[in-house]
Each structure stands twice: as structure tokens, then as C-alpha cells.
């Protein structure tokens, strides 16, 4: 499991490595285009449920440190939904990895 780390370290977030992999993608887009947006995730039931919600802001520091120390490959569909869902009102969320081969859209 790798580690978002945002901010002075108030907010540290568990993600796979793979899903960090690709949300680093699309933060790291839309901060290098000096954009802010929401991010979102579902807590564990060992973290009691629920759900967070972030201002990500080019501003504030941000750490991701992975688990592995291989990078995986990227899939471009993922990539292309999860950005779609960062541009959305709702901000950005972790969303099911489609088939590469899919069409991409987020539902």
C-alpha cells in the first residue's frame, strides 16, 4: 500500500500502489496546469467508514511514496477516467480500472 501525503502531514491516505500510480498522473496534471479540485475516498471498515474529502491546491506540499519500487504500467483509459472525474463538480475519486481497451467515461 502506498501513501498520499498532503499537506504537513495532517492528511495521509492509503492507496494501493497501482490506483497512487495513477492518481499521481492526474495530481500532478492538473497542479502543473494551476488547478485546484477535490479529492475523495471511502474509508476501511478498520478505519470505522465513512468517506474523506480534500482541497488539493498547488500550494500545499504533497508526498506519494510507494510501497514497491517499481513503477507499473500506466493505463491510459484509467488515466483518462480518473481525469474526467477530477474535472467533474464531485472532484476527483478513485474509480474501477477499466479494461485498456475500453472506451473511457466515468459513470
Same mark, same amino acid.
Given at each position: 500500500?502506498?501513501?498520499? &501525503?498532503?499537506?504537513?502531514?495532517?492528511?495521509?491516505?492509503? !492507496?494501493?500502489?497501482?490506483?497512487?500510480a495513477h492518481l499521481k498522473v492526474v495530481i500532478s496534471t492538473k497542479l502543473r496546469r494551476n488547478e485546484a479540485f477535490m479529492l475523495s475516498w471511502e474509508h476501511g471498515t478498520e478505519?470505522?467508514?465513512?468517506r474523506?474529502?480534500?482541497? &488539493?491546491?498547488?500550494?500545499?506540499?504533497?508526498?506519494?511514496? !510507494?510501497y514497491?519500487?517499481?513503477?507499473?504500467?500506466l493505463?491510459?483509459?484509467?488515466?483518462?477516467?480518473l481525469m474526467l472525474a477530477a474535472n467533474s463538480t464531485g472532484g476527483l475519486r478513485p474509480v474501477?480500472?477499466?479494461?485498456?481497451?475500453?472506451?473511457?467515461g466515468v459513470s
Open positions: 500500500m502506498g501513501r498520499l &501525503i498532503y499537506g504537513t502531514g495532517d492528511t495521509d491516505v492509503e !492507496f494501493e500502489d497501482r490506483l497512487l478505519e470505522g467508514s465513512g474523506s474529502t480534500i482541497w &488539493i491546491h498547488p500550494s500545499i506540499p504533497l508526498h506519494f511514496r !510507494f514497491g519500487n517499481k513503477s507499473p504500467a493505463n491510459r483509459v484509467w488515466i483518462e477516467d474501477p480500472e477499466p479494461d485498456e481497451h475500453a472506451e473511457s
